[in-house]
């Protein structure tokens, strides 16, 4: 339980800063882009040191889908390798980032739409620390993670994220990890290796969705099931396009938008990323 001095020590440590954190949503692709050195994991590092150095890291994963919210609140969260058929090397990963139980405490009090439970089983799923560990290698950054309740609807998740507006002036990078475009089922094997392939739909899809996050027209990306046929093509499940709506959610008016990564892989997936602020 969070005690009235642990409060008073949160707030002195993460006083206001002059400057805003950005906010990041960052396609994260094949958990092998968690051990290789290629073009996606070299822009994940050359990020971290573009950026104020965070005093905490909280990322919404496609990969953790609960019933409610819940946020990560144990002081060393586990490495969760959550996937199959990859060699052992990538099994053998193990990021020993901190956690930060004050900060969750905190998140849970600042959310007000819902009961945020604080979670001491899961810990950091690969749509977490595939990316992290390259922008912070030496794990000296506290990482939390944010679940997405998977029965609520996009309008609840962009609506719910705003609560926690204040975190981005405190020194916490907020991360949205998933993929803009992501269909598994249509990914041509074949076409994997090469460095960029997308389908026609893939593409016109994440252009889409690229112009209307210039333009700051947020609605139809909530509303995304209305956009054309190609949206439930780019779509057939949410999970890993919740994670652009909580960054999108805490966009100002005055954030810059940088796009990068901005490659289809596969034929059905896009890296797309995007920095805001």
Do not use: C
Not at 38 to 63: G, M
Not at 199 to 222: C, R, T, Y
């Amino acid at each position: 339980m969070m005690t009235m001095g642990s409060f008073k020590n949160f707030r002195d440590e993460l006083e206001e800063q002059d400057v805003k954190m950005p906010l990041l949503f960052l396609g994260h692709g094949s958990p092998m882009n968690g051990i290789e050195d290629n073009q996606f994991s070299q822009s994940w590092k050359q990020l971290a040191k573009d950026i104020p150095t965070p005093k905490a890291v909280l990322v919404v994963s496609a990969h953790w889908l609960t019933r409610g919210t819940h946020v990560t609140a144990m002081p060393t969260p586990k490495t969760i390798h959550d996937f199959g058929g990859f060699p052992q090397a990538l099994f053998d990963v193990q990021y020993p980032a901190p956690g930060d139980p004050v900060l969750a405490e905190n998140t849970r009090k600042l959310i007000t739409k819902t009961e945020v439970g604080l979670d001491h089983e899961w810990g950091l799923d690969h749509g977490t620390w595939t990316i992290i560990r390259h922008m912070y290698p030496e794990a000296n950054v506290p990482v939390l993670q944010l679940s997405i309740d998977y029965y609520k609807s996009p309008q609840y998740h962009y609506e719910l994220i705003q609560e926690l507006a204040e975190l981005r002036k405190k020194g916490v990078l907020i991360v949205g990890s998933g993929n803009m475009v992501h269909n598994l089922r249509m990914v041509a094997w074949e076409h994997l290796q090469k460095e960029s392939y997308g389908f026609d739909w893939a593409i016109e899809m994440n252009e889409v969705f690229k112009k209307h996050i210039s333009d700051g027209n947020h609605q139809p990306l909530i509303n995304y099931e209305n956009l054309n046929k190609s949206a439930k093509l780019a779509i057939p499940t949410p999970d890993h396009y919740y994670p652009l709506l909580y960054i999108l959610g805490l966009q100002d008016k005055n954030d810059p938008v940088q796009f990068f990564n901005d490659k289809a892989v596969g034929g059905s997936l896009t890296m797309t990323s995007v920095k805001l602020g």
